[in-house]
T-cell receptor, first 113, second 113 residues
Framework: NAGVTQTPKFRILKIGQSMTLQCTQDMNHNYMYWYRQDPGMGLKLIYY???????DKGEVPNGYNVSRSTTEDFPLRLELAAPSQTSVYFC????????????FGPGTRLTVL | TQLLEQSPQFLSIQEGENLTVYCNSS?????LQWYRQEPGEGPVLLVT?????EVKKLKRLTFQFGDARKDSSLHITAAQTGDTGLYLC?????????????FGAGTQVVVTP
């Protein structure tokens, strides 16, 4: 099993550019999450989804958008990139239940210049 | 400010020594998880604790959930170089109906030969 895959692995954007970070899971999980990780700050939840067609904001949603048209895919869209969005982005998925394991992808390192 | 405070932020020890990492909050959690993250990778789940006072052992790692479910600790006995990594705690608030995780900032552990 591939688990959670993310593309691209690295990206450099100019201020004002847009891009989509792709995330796919093959475990048939209902829950999917997008986090960003900044040095010394841990993981901050950007958006999450509890199933296809259902998404909600996390702790730091400003500047981002998501959609969930299928169980497998949960893309994250940056519309107008800003230097403050320079970070490492992780996608994760889990089955239902409050004790369930979150499975993380390998991350996308994004730099906005 | 972080909902979950981890201490210390950084820990450097020699192989064979013991170490303890702490995760504290003023909030109550329905469950708490510990993850380990290695450079360039996503976090990987080590354990989930759900009952106040619960102690779980995973080989040389011992995890404890506080009686009031507000804090947790991770103790490593006879550390090995393979224990090097960023240790993250994550908790689900009892007030959160969707079951989202709140992450601490992490403790960077370095074990030298």
């Amino acid at each position: 099993n591939a688990g959670v895959t993310q593309t691209p692995k690295f990206r450099i954007l100019k201020i004002g550019q847009s891009m989509t970070l792709q995330c796919t899971q093959d475990m048939n999980h209902n829950y999917m999450y997008w986090y960003r990780q900044d040095p010394g700050m841990g993981l901050k939840l950007i958006y999450y989804s509890v199933g296809a067609g259902i998404t909600d904001k996390g702790e730091v949603p400003n500047g981002y958008n998501v959609s969930r048209s299928t169980t497998e895919d949960f893309p994250l869209r940056l519309e107008l990139a800003a230097p403050s969005q320079t970070s490492v982005y992780f996608c994760a998925s889990s089955s239902t239940g409050y004790t369930d394991t979150q499975y993380f992808g390998p991350g996308t390192r994004l730099t906005v210049l | 400010t972080q909902l979950l405070e981890q201490s210390p932020q950084f820990l450097s020890i020699q192989e064979g020594e013991n170490l303890t990492v702490y995760c504290n909050s003023s909030s109550v959690f329905s469950s708490l998880q510990w993850y380990r993250q290695e450079p360039g990778e996503g976090p990987v789940l080590l354990v989930t604790v759900v009952t106040g006072g619960e102690v779980k052992k995973l080989k040389r790692l011992t995890f404890q959930f506080g009686d009031a479910r507000k804090d947790s600790s991770l103790h490593i006995t006879a550390a090995q170089t393979g224990d090097t990594g960023l240790y993250l705690c994550a908790g689900r608030l009892t007030t959160d109906s969707w079951g989202k995780f709140q992450f601490g900032a992490g403790t960077q552990v370095v074990v030298t030969p």
